[in-house]
T-cell receptor
Framework: ETGVTQSPTHLIKTRGQQVTLRCSSQ?????VSWYQQALGQGPQFIFQ???????GRGNFPPRFSGLQFPNYSSELNVNALELDDSALYLC??????????????FGPGTRLTVT | SQELEQSPQSLIVQEGKNLTINCTSS?????LYWYKQKYGEGLIFLMM?????EEKSHEKITAKLDEKKQQSSLHITASQPSHAGIYLC???????????????FGQGTRLTINP
């Protein structure tokens, strides 16, 4: 198991509502990336936070937003939920650039269902 | 944008048999990652390849990156039930900015091992 935790594990929301997902990165990691994985597909990059600022964004609309806190934990917020937002949301933390490992450590994910 | 295509999409093999999964990129690969995922769970890092011609092995799993750096293969020798799961290849999109890699993934290969 990695040291990355996510909450909640599962979530059911109604179309139009807003949701906040949380991620605690592994100790010493200052970068958090968020991915969306639809059923039967590979994960898609949403955005990345590095030193509390957004550092790269995938092809997702502005209603997907995030935050990173001084302790490097992160939140993913999705407004005006749509049915297609139903997916497994994964966060991954990474050590500071220049360290020996290039690996991203993934959390167990949050399963979001929008009805 | 970069795209990764995995083949086959699903694979059923008898325990003890060898198997190969391929990952083909639409662009030159700057870093190729292999992950394993159990259904609905987070991703487990297997291996990372960077140099054309590079080959890495861990236990019974070997990954290669071809010389032209646009294709990778994952080979499992003498498969076991513990190898069952979804295998994903991911590539660093080499976007500008610091922080960590922003990965694009293939759609995954679902591997089933029959006793």
């Amino acid at each position: 198991e990695t040291g990355v935790t996510q909450s909640p594990t599962h979530l059911i929301k109604t179309r139009g509502q807003q949701v906040t997902l949380r991620c605690s990165s592994q100790s010493g990691h200052n970068t958090v990336s968020w991915y969306q994985q639809a059923l039967g597909q590979g994960p898609q990059f949403i955005f990345q936070y590095y030193r509390e600022e957004e550092n790269g964004r995938g092809n997702f609309p502005p209603r997907f937003s995030g935050l990173q806190f001084p302790n490097y934990s992160s939140e993913l917020n999705v407004n005006a939920l749509e049915l297609d937002d139903s997916a497994l949301y994964l966060c991954a933390s990474s050590p500071p650039p220049g360290t020996s490992s290039n690996e991203q450590y993934f959390g167990p994910g949050t399963r979001l269902t929008v009805t | 944008s970069q795209e990764l295509e995995q083949s086959p999409q699903s694979l059923i093999v008898q325990e003890g048999k060898n198997l190969t999964i391929n990952c083909t990129s639409s662009k030159t690969l700057y870093g190729l990652y292999w992950y394993k995922q159990k259904y609905g769970e987070g991703l487990i890092f297997l291996m990372m390849l960077q140099k054309g011609g590079e080959e890495k092995s861990h236990e019974k799993i070997t990954a290669k990156l071809d010389e032209k750096k646009q294709q990778s293969s994952l080979h499992i020798t003498a498969s076991q039930p513990s190898h069952a799961g979804i295998y994903l290849c991911g590539a660093d999109q080499n976007l500008v900015g610091g922080g960590a890699q922003k990965l694009v993934f293939g759609q995954g290969t679902r591997l089933t091992i029959n006793p």
